[in-house]
């Protein structure tokens, strides 16, 4: 099982890496990793299993962020009270997004980012994502709001970039009036 141990803090240097594709098919080693990370995302936003197992509550997680320099991510979103739906995307590409740009107004957070950060991260409201399943099946994924946020954090990682780096450092709300707050 993973823990928060087990993700590394902004501050180390292979968060910087970029990510290397995916070859198929995955290892069941790899099967495992992703499973694990479902796992922990999802008991993370479970309070009671959040605070027996030390986790902060978290919706998205890169293969990065675990110490694996591969291309792929799981977001994990609660849609309603205990209901959750689940991605895995391997290889994952933005093919699309929309005109419209969010924010999300409490601040985005991270799991690899012990601490408060001011400011905003301009982000497209509604993405599609292509990929690959764990089978190796291409896949396009259509995601609005929250999960299109997730989507971009993640593959954002993949990128060597911490959310923190769109933050301007200058204006840290720097054009909000221009996009809409989620």
Do not use: W
């Amino acid at each position: 099982m993973l823990l928060m141990k087990d993700i590394l803090d902004e501050k180390d240097k292979r968060l910087r890496e970029v990510s290397k594709e995916v070859q198929f098919p995955l290892s069941d080693e790899k099967k495992k990793i992703i499973n694990d990370m479902v796992e922990f995302l999802t008991n993370s936003q479970i309070p009671e299993l959040a605070e027996k197992y030390d986790l902060r509550p978290g919706m998205g997680l890169a293969a990065i962020q675990i110490g694996i320099p591969e291309r792929f991510f799981v977001v994990v979103n609660e849609y309603d009270e205990g209901q959750f739906e689940t991605y895995v995307i391997i290889n994952p590409k933005i093919i699309s997004n929309s005109e419209e740009r969010i924010y999300v107004e409490m601040g985005e957070g991270c799991l690899s980012v012990n601490r408060e950060v001011e400011g905003i991260i301009p982000r497209y409201a509604r993405v599609t994502v292509s990929g690959y399943d764990v089978d190796g099946n291409k896949i396009n994924v259509r995601a609005r709001e929250e999960v299109a946020i997730a989507f971009q954090h993640e593959i954002d990682h993949l990128n060597g970039i911490i959310f923190v780096d769109r933050i301007d450092k200058k204006n840290p709300f720097k054009d909000k009036e221009n996009m809409r707050a989620i």
